[in-house]
């Protein structure tokens, strides 16, 4: 009975280990994969890529025209 208690002990103090091994992994691996992300944002955007334009008023020249 203690051997199959301490055997159970065990194996959920491993099990919980290792998920908190694999989500600091996962933590690190989303981190990294956000930040080389960014850089390569950065750098397309850098390149002339998505530039933003401030919004222009169009003028519609027809309008001033048309005015009977």
Do not use: Y
Not at 28 to 46: C, D, I, V, Y
């Amino acid at each position: 009975m203690l051997n199959t208690r301490n055997f159970l002990l065990t194996v959920g103090l491993t099990g919980a280990a290792v998920v908190a091994v694999l989500n600091v992994c996962a933590n690190r691996l989303s981190t990294r994969e956000a930040r080389l992300q960014r850089k390569a944002l950065h750098r397309w955007e850098g390149e002339g890529g998505n530039v933003i334009t401030p919004a222009m008023p169009v003028k519609d020249e027809l309008s001033q025209d048309a005015t009977p």
